[in-house]
């Protein structure tokens, strides 16, 4: 098994849907497995969770996700933290308007201490710094390759722009609709 293989695994196993063989779960924990949460979790109606990135990059992602859960499979609960009163999403920007896209109320959500949340956003500025670094490194190296991850990082950068100015435009209320 080669390394990338290794860390798509690892991703699947994190962030990716258990098939359900027999029976399915009902109710509120429907869609997503509480045991696969390293933090409490709760039932949060889906109105009250706020995603601040509405704007995604991975249609077939959510798609695929979508489906997935329809059918029954379980995916890790969507992290979020609370600030202001308000819940964010922390983690599982994907499973979120996956879900919320299926037409839910409910949505069973792992609630990340501030602590984890921070680490979560040191080791996100950790890699991006690396992958900055790279950026540099390639750029005598391999100018395409440089720019290639130039442009992504910029498209990322843009994409979050864009949804934060939506939500703005909108006074922080809630899209008529989420993407698919």
Do not use: C
Not at 10 to 27: F, I
Not at 80 to 86: A, E, H, K, N, P
Not at 93 to 108: N, P, S, T
């Amino acid at each position: 098994m080669t390394a990338g293989a290794r860390l798509t695994d690892r991703r699947a196993e994190r962030h990716g849907p258990v098939t359900v063989k027999e029976g399915r779960l009902s109710g509120s924990f429907r869609g997503f497995d509480p045991a696969r949460a390293a933090h409490p979790t709760r039932v949060l109606r889906v109105e009250e969770v706020v995603d601040l990135l509405e704007l995604t990059h991975a249609h077939e992602t959510i798609r695929v996700y979508r489906e997935r859960m329809g059918a029954g499979d379980l995916f890790p609960p969507v992290s979020v933290i609370r600030l202001l009163g308000t819940w964010l999403v922390a983690d599982g920007h994907k499973r979120y308007v996956a879900w919320a896209g299926l037409g839910e109320e409910e949505i069973l959500v792992e609630v990340w201490p501030l602590r984890r949340w921070l680490a979560d956003q040191a080791g996100q500025a950790a890699r991006n710094a690396r992958k900055n670094g790279r950026i540099v490194a390639r750029l005598f190296v391999d100018p395409r390759e440089s720019g290639r991850l130039a442009l992504t990082t910029l498209e990322h950068w843009r994409r979050v722009a864009r949804s934060l100015a939506r939500r703005a435009g909108r006074g922080g209320k809630r899209p008529e609709s989420l993407p698919a």
